[in-house]
């Protein structure tokens, strides 16, 4: 290794410790946040009131149909000129507000997709045995629906953790931001390989991960 690469390295890691943390807080925050909410939104968006389902259909619309990029700049800049509104959002708020109405919403249209598969002799079934709504739900529809979306919820949080990268466009120091740092520092491609590879160490551990969930959901098959 070059006396370089080393110096490269010596200014690179301690700026990846520290993006780590903002990449790491953007992912867990926003995947804690949409996973459960997505399915209320899911609910609410195969409703038979059209005043509940028509506004909901709008927001996912919206937010499947922009780029996230575009959702972080207008979340943070445009606010402030809003009268009605009048207020800036810092920059981690408007990360964690763009990044959760994204994700609920592509989360939100996998679930719905899980519900729509369910038989509805299902739902009949457990009317006939007593069974309240809510209880049909979460105890006998929702485990199914789970299990059934696994693969697609997987493929979602695997691209969570390459979008976190999006959080450098409003200043907020991240590995990729790392990267370019050092880059510009030194002139040198090699920071953004070194991090290229991290990306792909915890896009391995991620997806381990997801396997060993998805294994302990196939309980049937």
Same mark, same amino acid.
Request: zero cysteines.
């Given at each position: 290794?070059?006396?370089?690469? /080393?110096?490269?390295?010596?200014?690179?890691?301690?700026?990846?410790?520290?993006?780590?943390?903002?990449?790491?807080?953007?992912?867990?925050?926003?995947? +804690?946040?949409?996973?459960?909410?997505?399915?209320? +939104? =899911?609910?609410?968006?195969?409703?038979? !009131?059209? &005043?509940?389902?028509?506004?909901?259909?709008?927001?996912?619309?919206?937010?499947?149909?922009?780029?996230?990029?575009?959702?972080?700049?207008?979340?943070?800049?445009?606010?402030?000129?809003?009268?009605?509104?009048?207020? =800036? &959002?810092?920059?981690?708020?408007?990360?964690?507000?763009?990044?959760?109405? !994204?994700?609920?919403?592509?989360?939100?249209?996998?679930?719905?997709?899980? /519900?729509?598969?369910?038989?509805?002799?299902?739902?009949?079934?457990?009317?006939?045995?007593?069974?309240?709504?809510?209880?049909? &739900?979460?105890?006998?529809?929702?485990?199914?629906?789970?299990?059934?979306?696994?693969?697609?919820?997987?493929?979602?949080?695997?691209?969570?953790?390459?979008?976190?990268?999006? +959080?450098? /466009?409003?200043?907020?120091?991240? /590995?990729?931001?790392?990267?370019?740092?050092?880059?510009?520092?030194?002139?040198? &491609?090699?920071?953004?390989?070194?991090?290229?590879?991290?990306?792909?160490?915890?896009?391995?551990?991620?997806?381990?991960?997801?396997?060993?969930?998805?294994?302990?959901?196939?309980?049937?098959?």
């Amino acid at each position: 290794m070059s006396r370089l690469e /080393i110096k490269v390295l010596q200014m690179l890691m301690p700026l990846t410790i520290e993006g780590l943390k903002s990449t790491l807080g953007v992912f867990i925050v926003t995947l +804690v946040v949409s996973l459960p909410l997505s399915i209320v +939104v =899911a609910r609410l968006r195969i409703s038979k !009131n059209i &005043f509940i389902s028509k506004p909901v259909g709008i927001y996912i619309y919206i937010m499947r149909g922009t780029p996230l990029l575009l959702q972080l700049m207008f979340i943070f800049f445009s606010f402030h000129f809003i009268p009605v509104i009048g207020y =800036a &959002f810092s920059r981690f708020q408007a990360i964690f507000i763009a990044f959760i109405l !994204n994700y609920t919403a592509y989360f939100a249209e996998i679930f719905r997709g899980g /519900i729509n598969s369910i038989d509805i002799g299902q739902y009949e079934a457990a009317e006939v045995l007593g069974f309240s709504k809510a209880h049909t &739900f979460i105890k006998i529809i929702l485990p199914q629906v789970i299990k059934n979306v696994m693969p697609s919820v997987a493929n979602e949080v695997i691209t969570l953790v390459k979008d976190t990268s999006l +959080v450098y /466009i409003l200043g907020v120091s991240d /590995i990729l931001k790392a990267a370019k740092s050092v880059s510009n520092v030194y002139a040198t &491609f090699s920071p953004y390989i070194y991090i290229g590879i991290l990306y792909l160490v915890i896009t391995a551990m991620m997806t381990k991960l997801l396997e060993k969930i998805e294994d302990k959901f196939n309980y049937y098959r």
